[in-house]
């Protein structure tokens, strides 16, 4: 089955179809639903990172005005831990104990008529703690060791004859901080039962993991959940994982008999949905005076919270990105009285591309070799580990476009030698990867008389543009026009999607959604394999197009007849038909599954007397495999190296060394990226469609982030002759 290149629904920088909805102020967001009674919550936090509840007074707050309800430990029902989902363990179940983990930890919820009376009276509760001592310090040897949690070390070759072997040898410790997910959007949950029925509006980026843990915590069936997330300001990896703040609004919800809504507060987003996590990498390499690698060793070590088993392989990188015989990569974590950590966008690449893109520079620097040059000499053309050929791999193509676009050749390799007035002006680069992900998807194509379609899965869309790639992608298999198409997401009800994360949504559902709409033109065609009025009668899938509304022959555009006239001329509504994707295997078909790849190049200026740091512009270079709407695409990665401007120069989640308070809570605190740090950026994508799935897409959510870090340092090195090995880089740094 082949669908006429005259469709044409995908590629152009097609609009997105939900921005109506959206501008209009018709976009309805968790935070904007409301049910008759609706009552609304607000949490009581603690105020010591470790210790226990020696006794806690909520009298005042009871006779508050307006309180509905207080919740503690002391009166919580046992609820059961969350289950294990595609992204490791759910976060600790609240409530259970008097244990304190955390700064900030959840303690009590009071429900109450209005949101300032229910924030009123949490006010009023008061809290005995017996402290202990908290561990804060990822070096602090009290604390425990977790060793390669997940099985993702590697070691091949012998790194010790490789760096034997090596006439220069480079590296140095790299550090990077907490940074948090700061979505514009509040997080936010309602929460409204009906008897053993549950609905819950949620700022999730996975509606079905939600009323999954749902219902193995409150022990109820799957099937009376419904989770819903048409809407969602943002995520950045915050909605991936179902928080305790969800679950204690739903049991806040049960307790009072009313449905209750509770929106996060901005100090609390720093405690209760995630962050990335710190780390502190060794790394170095080894190469021969050509420029031929010969050993690389790079170890991470990471915090993660008492109780929780988010993991991020920081070290995984330098495994698979250049043709080095002999590497070896070792991940730690250390357990600390510090919140969940959580994926935040360019989960541990983000922060292993710093420390190996940089010293990646500082080789070739000691090499007298042009960064760009040192890593095309080390271009793997096969998968390091695997020995597999790439399904797809242009990121030659993205060193050597980028570096024109951007006119690497003018820069002049000395570092302080070029100058636009008192600015210095450095020039840097980075290599960039982002890891294949795909997991199994479904969605449903339906067909109506009226000739228009419905195609619906339960994804989520925090801002990336699904519905508007998905609603191209089902206009080109359907041959419609894209007005005819209606494609709807964030219901847990519709079929089973993963989460929006991890660079893989876009392959998972729109290979589901091609193979519904395949077998949806099948259904037409079994409608038809016996009807003597059908120019189309006994027709294979293989021998027919599709355009305009219409299935025909291929080759004989007249040998057809239109959707409407089949379902009209048996009495039929409409036609659906159901479709499913799954994963390649790592091996499958002879070649190994390609992730993103890309290349940064950046202008920096720095005020040498006033360690004044400002990205002047920005090229990525991006092989994203086949790109469904360029326009989308394209915000895609400026959204991320704006992000990657943020991680560079300005992201520390500040924590109090001794207490564990986040001090830094607010976004008059918490530095980002704004308009005026915003350089000129351009994004040319390069390559073609990916072999490991028939849609031929990978993922670009994450490859704009990584490498954005790394090719701004190794910019300022450039410029003043100062390597920088911890982020953020700030103006003691340059002085």
Request: proline fraction near 7%.
């Amino acid at each position: 089955m082949t669908t006429l290149e005259a469709a044409r629904a995908v590629g152009p920088g097609l609009d997105r179809v939900d921005a109506p909805m959206k501008v209009t102020g018709k976009a309805h967001y968790p935070n904007d639903f409301g049910y008759p009674g609706l009552v609304h919550a607000a949490l009581v936090h603690s105020t010591v990172a470790a210790g226990r509840i020696r006794g806690i007074d909520t009298s005042a707050a009871e006779t508050a005005p307006g309180v509905q309800a207080v919740i503690t430990h002391l009166t919580a029902p046992r609820l059961e831990p969350g289950p294990m989902t595609l992204l490791g363990a759910s976060p600790p179940t609240p409530f259970q104990d008097d244990r304190i983990l955390h700064h900030g930890q959840h303690i009590a919820i009071v429900v109450a008529s209005s949101p300032e009376q229910a924030r009123h009276a949490a006010s009023l509760v008061r809290v005995d703690y017996e402290r202990s001592e908290p561990l804060l310090d990822v070096h602090d040897p009290r604390a425990t060791v977790v060793e390669n949690p997940w099985g993702l070390d590697s070691d091949r070759g012998d790194v010790d004859a490789g760096f034997a072997a090596a006439d220069v040898v480079v590296g140095g410790t790299f550090t990077t901080p907490d940074n948090t997910n700061n979505p514009l959007g509040l997080m936010s949950t309602v929460a409204s039962w009906n008897g053993d029925s549950l609905t819950v509006h949620d700022s999730t980026q996975w509606p079905h993991n939600v009323r999954a843990t749902l219902a193995a915590v409150f022990k109820v069936p799957e099937s009376g959940i419904r989770v819903l997330a048409p809407y969602v300001g943002g995520g950045f990896g915050a909605g991936l994982r179902v928080w305790p703040h969800v679950i204690l609004t739903v049991l806040a919800a049960r307790q009072v008999g009313k449905p209750v809504k509770l929106v996060l507060t901005r100090p609390e987003m720093f405690t209760s949905v995630g962050h990335r996590p710190d780390s502190v990498q060794q790394i170095r390499i080894g190469a021969t005076r050509a420029g031929d690698l010969t050993a690389i060793t790079h170890e991470g070590l990471s915090s993660v919270a008492m109780e929780d088993d988010d993991y991020e392989p920081v070290s995984l990188c330098s495994a698979v990105s250049y043709a080095c015989p002999n590497v070896r990569t070792q991940d730690r974590q250390v357990r600390l009285n510090i919140p969940c950590p959580g994926s935040m966008r360019g989960p541990a690449e983000g922060q292993g591309n710093f420390a190996l893109e940089s010293a990646l520079d500082e080789l070739a620097h000691e090499l007298g070799m042009d960064p760009v040059e040192l890593r095309l000499r080390n271009y793997c053309e096969e998968h390091p580990l695997l020995g597999l050929p790439w399904s797809s791999k242009a990121l030659r193509d993205c060193y050597l476009q980028g570096a024109e676009r951007f006119g690497w050749s003018r820069r002049d390799p000395r570092p302080g030698s070029m100058r636009d007035g008192r600015w210095l002006v450095g020039y840097g680069m980075a290599g960039v990867s982002y890891p294949h992900y795909q997991v199994p998807c479904q969605a449903r194509a339906s067909l109506h008389r009226d000739g228009s379609a419905d195609v619906r899965s339960a994804a989520t869309d925090i801002g990336t543009g699904t519905y508007t790639i998905m609603t191209q992608l089902s206009a080109e298999q359907l041959g419609l026009d894209v007005s005819r198409v209606h494609f709807d997401l964030g219901d847990s009800d519709m079929p089973y999607a993963p989460q929006a994360g991890g660079s893989g949504l876009t392959s998972a559902l729109g290979n589901a959604v091609g193979a519904a709409c395949r077998n949806l033109i099948r259904e037409f065609l079994d409608v038809v394999k016996d009807d003597a009025d059908s120019p189309l009668r006994g027709a294979a899938p293989d021998e027919v197009s599709v355009s305009g509304g219409r299935i025909h022959r291929t080759g004989a555009p007249d040998q057809g007849e239109s959707y409407t006239d089949i379902l009209t001329r048996h009495g039929l509504e409409e036609l659906s038909a159901d479709g499913r994707s799954t994963p390649p295997q790592p091996d499958g078909g002879g070649m190994a599954t390609a992730g993103a790849f890309g290349a940064k190049f950046v202008e920096v200026r720095v005020d040498p007397d006033l360690g004044l740091l400002r990205v002047a512009r920005v090229v990525s270079a991006i092989d994203g495999g086949r790109i469904l709407n360029e326009k989308t695409a394209t915000s895609q990665i400026v959204g991320g190296t704006v992000g990657g401007i943020g991680q560079a120069m300005f992201e520390e989640t500040a924590t109090d060394p001794g207490t564990g308070r986040i001090a830094n809570a607010t976004f008059g605190d918490y530095l980002v990226a704004v308009n005026a740090d915003v350089p000129d950026m351009e994004v040319i994508f390069v390559g073609g469609p990916d072999r490991a799935t028939p849609i031929g897409t990978k993922g670009v959510g994450e490859v704009g982030l990584v490498g954005v870090a790394a090719a701004v340092a190794n910019a300022v090195h450039h410029a003043t002759g100062r390597r920088i090995r911890s982020l953020p880089i700030t103006i003691d740094q340059l002085l």
